[in-house]
């Protein structure tokens, strides 16, 4: 059955710093897509970043970047030059064959200003 | 683009009175539709699945009876709540997997903004 870990249940950066949320899952598939959502106090579900497995070169968006290391099936995201509006909860989430997605527990960040 | 929409966003209801949940992808299609309820400081619990046109796949656990979904069309679909009780309050989110497009719909749920249900 296919997991998805997240093993920091709360992380804290100051402001304009960087900060990296880990992930790691597990699964048999070998095409996959790998996802990162923010969840803020809102509750609005947002994605931030998305990775397909059979690409090698690690998604970025702006001030969000993944490193995503297949074969030890992990999946992190690093935030750059943290901002007060990237405080929320982060989810990492596995989607499965079926479309469904597996999701972690969730990483709370904590910006300091 | 990819958005979602999600009415209301807010409901209080009497216990044994029934409330329906409308969830719209606004600029895409959207081939399967998920709903979800999620409990505070915990991750996503997938209630069910709806394909356009079928009968909705519940997870297990989930009372179909209970909670009823329709996906009429391409863009709604809608979750009733149906003889709601106060254990049945809870945050309702749904999210809108689209058809093959640009952009990456096909391959990414976008999101709702949520409702969240009171049962007094």
């Known amino acids: 059955a296919q997991t998805v870990t997240q093993s920091q249940p709360e992380m804290s950066v100051q402001e304009a710093e960087t900060v990296t949320l880990s992930c790691t899952y597990d699964?048999?598939?070998?095409?996959?897509?790998l996802f990162w959502y923010k969840q803020p106090p809102s509750r609005q579900m947002i994605l931030v970043i998305r990775q397909e497995a059979y690409k090698q070169q690690n998604a970025t968006e702006n001030r969000f970047s993944v490193n995503f290391q297949k074969a030890a099936k992990s999946f992190s995201l690093k935030i750059s030059d943290s901002q007060l509006g990237d405080a929320a909860m982060y989810f990492c989430a596995y989607r499965a064959p079926n479309y469904q997605l597996i999701w972690g527990a969730g990483t709370k960040l904590i910006i300091k200003p | 683009g990819a958005v979602v929409s999600q009415h209301p966003s807010w409901v209080i209801c009497k216990s044994g009175t029934s409330v329906k949940i409308e969830c719209r992808s606004l600029?895409?299609?959207?081939?399967?539709m998920f709903w979800y309820r999620q409990f505070p400081k915990q991750s996503l619990m997938l209630m069910a699945t709806?394909?356009?046109?079928?009968?909705?796949?519940?997870e297990q656990g989930v009372e179909k009876d209970k909670f009823l979904i329709n996906h009429a069309s391409l863009t709604l679909s809608t979750l009733t709540v149906t003889s709601a009780h106060p254990e049945d309050s809870s945050f309702y989110i749904c999210?809108?997997?689209?058809?093959?497009?640009?952009?990456?719909?096909?391959?990414?749920?976008?999101f709702g903004p949520g409702t969240r249900l009171l049962v007094l």
């Open positions: 999210s809108a997997r689209g058809l093959a497009g640009g952009g990456g719909v096909q391959e990414t749920q976008y």
């Open positions: 600029d895409f299609q959207a081939t399967t």
């Open positions: 709806s394909n356009e046109g079928s009968k909705a796949t519940y």
């Open positions: 699964t048999s598939e070998s095409d996959y897509y």
